[in-house]
């Protein structure tokens, strides 16, 4: 049972791995971008929405609360969201309005936030503000975002499943000089059972295992 889940974990490791390293080759042509967006309020509408993006050698994550005003007719976007598009800036590349950003190496973070000009004053009037507003018009209150490089997700990704295959190709040379493939004891003439950890390895040395008392 214990072999089975980590052989399942090895395997979710490996499709990550293999994910992050096709996404890294994407985003070098074109940008992914997911996100959850949790609307309320009305007039001004108040969002708060969770953004993954990717796009040229780096993975961004975000955390964005906004107000907007929507004209009548528009439908207020909710849930969830997917876009892509061609000639990706890389993350952290965007203007900062009024906050700051750090970075180095590929990593970084960044809080941003903007403030409504007079014009909001007119759409935010009882009744006919929206009568101002031909287009869907808003400020941030606070954008806090991290990113990192593809090439570090790939690195975390692979510990796992290089691991594992070390080890694999270790109990391999172990096995083919009759050792125990756990521990490296010497197994031959010592039946199928390892004296020293207790492991069960069959065909380690290619001769018959010695017959042990109170076995037939």
């Not at 490089?149 to 080890?167: D, E, K, N």
């Amino acid at each position: 049972m214990q072999r089975r889940v980590q052989g399942i974990l090895v395997g979710f490791w490996i499709v990550i791995c293999i994910s992050s390293c096709a996404l890294w080759a994407r985003s070098y042509w074109k940008s992914d971008g997911v996100s959850w967006r949790r609307v309320a309020g009305n007039e001004p509408v108040k969002a708060r929405t969770v953004m993954i993006y990717s796009a040229r050698g780096g993975i961004e994550v975000a955390l964005v609360r906004e107000q907007t005003y929507f004209t009548p007719e528009m439908p207020v976007p909710r849930g969830w969201r997917y876009e892509s598009a061609g000639s990706p800036p890389a993350p952290g590349k965007t203007p900062i309005e009024l906050g700051w950003r750090k970075s180095a190496c590929g990593f970084g973070m960044e809080h941003d936030w903007s403030t409504p000009n007079g014009f909001f004053n007119l759409a935010g009037l009882p009744g006919v503000g929206q009568m101002f507003i031909p287009a869907p018009v808003g400020w941030t209150e606070s954008k806090r975002a991290v990113w990192v490089p593809h090439w570090f997700l790939v690195l975390i990704s692979g510990v796992v499943p290089v691991r594992r295959i070390l080890r694999w190709a270790r109990s391999r040379r172990r096995s083919a000089r009759g050792l125990c493939a756990e521990c490296g004891y010497d197994m031959r003439g010592s039946g199928e059972q390892c004296p020293e950890c207790g492991r069960v390895n069959s065909k380690t040395t290619g001769e018959a295992p010695v017959p042990q008392l109170g076995k037939t």
